[in-house]
């Protein structure tokens, strides 16, 4: 690859191997093992691994490298690791650097399961983990101690669209010398500045923006080649979190095209953002990158001035508005995805955070009234057109 690629011809090029038939589309290597020449030549290859050699499928595969390497060139990061879910992935760089005794702080807005991987699953083993309102760094600096691990936080919290100010987290985690990760997957990996704000392990479920098509589970973890080769590949080699070698092709024809998808259903967002303002049915709008969002500017600055593709909507009277207003969406279509080319609306108190007591969801601004609304790659004016005709339904 060289260095003056522009970041679309990356997405298009970077970390491809072709085989003895330099075919033009990636080859799936759909095996889960490789032969060797000789048992010295096996003998070899396990004590050391060449730069493209491999054993096992658990462990790398010639198509799940190229994807790796490909959403690293998009991160600017130095190594990436991919992994069998979005959530194989949280688990796998929290639980890979952690063990009894060490101390964690996070952000307590998260989507629901990263939620019950530090509530329930660390906690059962012995770490000890600390939650803060994560856009106020008054309560990382007082919960942030000499002994903390590592920090989490969602750089653009699901599902209530709060955003972290991430180099100053980073700045006060690394003076007690924490490691911060980030999971990115509402701030995209087309607009995230992660790795240069200071954050040393960024996630994504690459379930979403990354194949962006509804096909495939798969994640991705990305940080330094000493963080992600040293500490989480052992871990995730062992405990079998590893992608299939057909997820990863699927994974890099989506980033061929990821720029464009991106890009235009953030501007679909701010559109449909802009004109649902002040309607009569909703309690607000959410979206980072509207003015009337609390951290704009941040969101701004942190994203290169686009506000991603999700937005939320509180509409006045309750779920059964809600409900109302889902059920007569014609478009827009009802599932727990986001990042997708179709347009999904969700109601997260009664699917992807309806574990959490009543009294939790109203302490995260998870209302009964609250729709997160991921934006697709249909016409905005199509989907605006849906979104005012349902909520006319939901009045």
């Keep these: 690859m060289s260095e003056t690629w522009k970041r679309r011809t990356r997405m298009v090029h970077s970390g491809t191997r072709r085989s003895q038939y330099n075919e033009v589309s990636e080859a799936i290597f759909l095996t889960q093992g490789f032969v060797y020449d000789t048992a010295e030549a096996a003998e070899e290859r396990f ?63 998260l989507f629901g399961s990263c939620l019950y991987v530090l509530e329930e699953v660390l906690t059962r083993f012995g770490v000890e983990v600390t939650f803060v309102d994560g856009t106020d760094l008054a309560q990382w600096q007082a919960a942030i101690r000499p002994d903390t691990r590592a920090v989490f936080l969602e750089s653009i919290a699901n599902p209530t669209l709060d955003v972290v100010d991430v180099a100053a987290v980073a700045k006060i985690a690394h003076a007690a010398g924490a490691l911060v990760i980030v999971d990115n997957v509402f701030a995209t990996p087309v607009f995230s500045n992660a790795i240069e704000q200071g954050v040393d392990v960024v996630v994504y479920s690459a379930t979403k923006h990354i194949d962006g098509q509804g096909r495939a589970l798969g994640g991705v973890v990305l940080g330094t080649r000493e963080f ?8 995730m080699k062992h405990t079998g979190g590893s992608m299939s070698p057909f997820t990863a092709w699927v994974m890099l024809k989506g980033l061929e095209t990821i720029e464009l998808r991106v890009r235009a259903q953030a501007d679909a967002a701010l559109a449909i953002s802009q004109a649902l303002q002040g309607h009569d049915a909703l309690e607000q709008v959410i979206f980072p990158g509207h003015p009337s969002h609390p951290q704009h500017a941040l969101a701004m600055r942190q994203m290169g001035n686009k506000g991603g593709t999700v937005i939320a909507l509180d509409l006045k009277g309750g779920q059964e508005a809600a409900f109302r207003f889902l059920n007569a969406l014609e478009i827009v279509v009802i599932s727990n995805n986001l990042g997708d080319a179709k347009s999904i609306a969700t109601h997260p108190a009664t699917t992807t955070h309806q ?31 849906d979104i005012t005709r349902a909520l006319a339904c939901a009045s």
Excluded: W
């Design 47 to 109: 004590i050391k691994a060449g730069p493209d050699e491999f054993i096992y499928a658990r462990y790398g595969n010639p198509t799940v490298a190229m994807f790796e390497e490909r959403i690293a060139a998009l991160e600017g990061a130095e190594d990436a690791f991919a992994t069998a879910s979005g959530m194989a992935a949280v688990s796998g760089a929290l639980t890979s650097c952690l063990r009894a005794g060490d101390h964690v702080v996070s952000a307590r807005a």
């Design 228 to 235: 992600i080769r040293g500490t989480l590949e052992p871990y």
């Design 355 to 385: 574990r959490l007591p009543a009294d939790q969801k109203a302490s995260l601004g998870i209302t009964p009234g609250l729709v997160r609304l991921s934006v697709g790659l249909e016409d905005p004016d199509d989907l605006v057109a």
